[in-house]
């Protein structure tokens, strides 16, 4: 069974507005143009667009966008520390579907970040010259308006203001009803915070990058994965990003990590930031036992960690239990 939808919107107002295109019959387009300036290549089958990844389950039509195939939108992750908190600017939409980042569409021609720094200004009034952005890659955002024929991308862009004095003074406007500073310790907080606070929820396109940001379960499996990779850089990044201006997330992360990593029984591991493993001291070597609940860490040295690690299993030893064998993370 096929399935077809477009709002009726799309074709009234949509086009008297603007925001729709008038084509409704996509085989009509020139798709190669519009693959070669897509974030996300898509592939076009008879003359229509698919979306790439999973299905939305409607096949064909606009759903309530008014674009054909792909539509970039740049948003804007802001950060600030306040009172001891990490705190992230959320908007709410003026179309009753919750919380999420200010940002929108890209103009014709307009680059990502350029975009997501417009946004921002309209939408929350936010203007902040010589603020360092990192965009993140562009994603595909499950948007409940979107069909396989007419979808998302976001390309988000972050910024940390570290700590301030008082919170940048914000006002909702444009696609905004409101602009708000939320707590964004961990995503739970940020889900509390909405709740409790404006009886609001997470717009749900935006919940998986605000879980790739904040939730330190997900970032404690993606360390773990980083770590069964040997990729300690990347480990270390992930970590240094998840717990950037937030004692409350070192904590909640760390305590994530220890229980997602098992050092195998009978070894003793040593290297050089392996403590991001449980331990926020993360900038030396490290040594933690599999065969108890022991670790070492902040050695200046490899040689350092090792030695001590080696006495570690001397006391196994001596305590008549098997000797753990110590091994380098490195090359183990
Ligand atoms: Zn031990």
């Known amino acids: ?66 674009h054909w195939g792909e539509k970039q939108n740049g948003d804007a992750v802001v950060l600030v520390c306040f009172n001891g908190t990490r705190w992230v600017l959320l908007i709410e939409r003026d179309d009753d579907k919750g919380w999420g980042f200010p940002g929108g569409g890209l103009d014709e021609g307009e680059a990502p970040l350029a975009g997501v720094i417009r946004e921002l200004a309209e939408e929350s009034g936010l203007v902040i010259p010589g603020a360092a952005w990192r965009m993140l890659e562009a994603r595909i955002v499950p948007d409940t308006r979107s069909t396989d024929e007419s979808w998302m991308v976001s390309w988000p862009a972050v910024t940390n203001l570290g700590e301030v004095d008082a919170l940048p003074a914000v006002q909702g406007a444009s696609d905004a009803r ?109 040594w933690r036992c599999g065969d108890c609940r022991w670790t070492g860490s902040n050695y200046l040295t490899a040689p350092g960690a090792q030695g001590d690690a080696e006495e570690h299993a001397i006391m196994h030893q001596e305590q008549g239990e098997p000797v753990p064998a110590v091994q380098d993370y490195a090359t183990a």
């Not at 020139?30 to 409607?58: C, H, L, M, Y």
């Not at 992930?238 to 201006?245: C, H, N």
């Open 1 to 66: 069974m096929t399935t077809t939808w477009t709002h009726p919107d799309v074709f009234t107002r949509g086009i008297a507005e603007g925001w729709a295109e008038a084509e409704t019959d996509p085989t009509c387009i020139n798709w190669a143009e519009r693959q070669a300036a897509a974030a996300i290549w898509f592939d076009v089958i008879d003359g229509r667009p698919v979306k790439p990844g999973e299905s939305t389950g409607i096949e064909h039509g606009r759903g309530e966008n008014g």
């Open 178 to 286: 409101r602009a708000e500073w939320v707590r964004a310790d961990t995503y739970d907080v940020l889900a509390a915070n909405l709740k409790t606070t404006y009886h609001g929820q997470v717009f749900t396109a935006h919940q998986p990058l605000l879980a790739e940001l904040f939730d330190t379960g997900q970032i404690a499996e993606a360390i773990a994965g980083a770590l069964y990779d040997r990729d300690l850089e990347k480990a270390r990044d992930l970590f240094d990003r998840a717990v950037e201006g937030s004692r409350a997330a070192l904590g909640a992360l760390a305590k994530q990590l220890a229980a997602n990593v098992e050092i195998p029984k009978g070894t003793i591991v040593v290297g050089f930031g392996i403590d991001v493993w449980g331990n926020p001291h993360r900038d030396g070597y490290a």
